[in-house]
């Protein structure tokens, strides 16, 4: 039976094969010596156990996928992808204060699952500060934008870039062409359609995602 440093060292040079990885990589992610992790894929040195927790982070696997002899690989993924996947999600929700400012009113811990998403996904909430989205969306609703640069029709939570503010918008796209608007003609911040073009779009907003989820306040 081979000790725990020879064990470690073959898992560490399989799993930079089935990664694609280089050594120069790891070592730079773990933020130690090229040499130490050499050491520790050569089965000269052993590392501490709160490296071996960050190795298993790098290559998304369970730790056993380093530390037992002949590990189910594809297993340790799996479990891995399973956990991570179910673990809480932060979820930054904003809000406009009584002046108009906008603040962060919590960072909430929701599953994935009630997001049905990649643990890799990111996501903005915001809690809606007028009726420019109704009948759908209406005042002090949250909605939840998933990240995303690429857009196609749909509702999008927008930030203006030269004043940082943000708004939930519905967003047609007809070539280079970009018709933004609110659903309710009649809102009372009298907010238009806006038709302008890709290139002026980009210039003025930045995407921060579209929505996920919606979430009705009934107070």
Sequence with gaps: MANSKEVFAKNIQ???KIHNSTREEVAKFLGVKYTTFCDWAKGRTYPKMEYIIEIADYFNVKTYALT???????????EAFEENFNAPKELPIYKYNEKNALVLKAIDNVPLEWLDTNPDD????????????????????TVIA???DYINEGDYLLKNIKNSKLALRRLIIND????MFPLNPNNKIH?????????????????VGKIKRHIRDFD
């Design 68 to 78: 037992d002899e002949n590990p189910n690989y594809e297993k340790a993924y799996a």
């Design 122 to 141: 990111d996501f903005t909430g915001l809690i809606l500060p007028d009726d420019c989205m109704e009948p759908i969306y209406q005042k002090n609703d």
């Design 176 to 179: 280079d062409k970009v018709t």
């Design 14 to 16: 399989n799993l930079l």
């Design 146 to 148: 998933i990240h995303s």
């Design 191 to 207: 907010d238009i359609t806006r038709y302008i073009s890709k290139e002026e779009f980009d210039s003025k907003y930045e995407i």
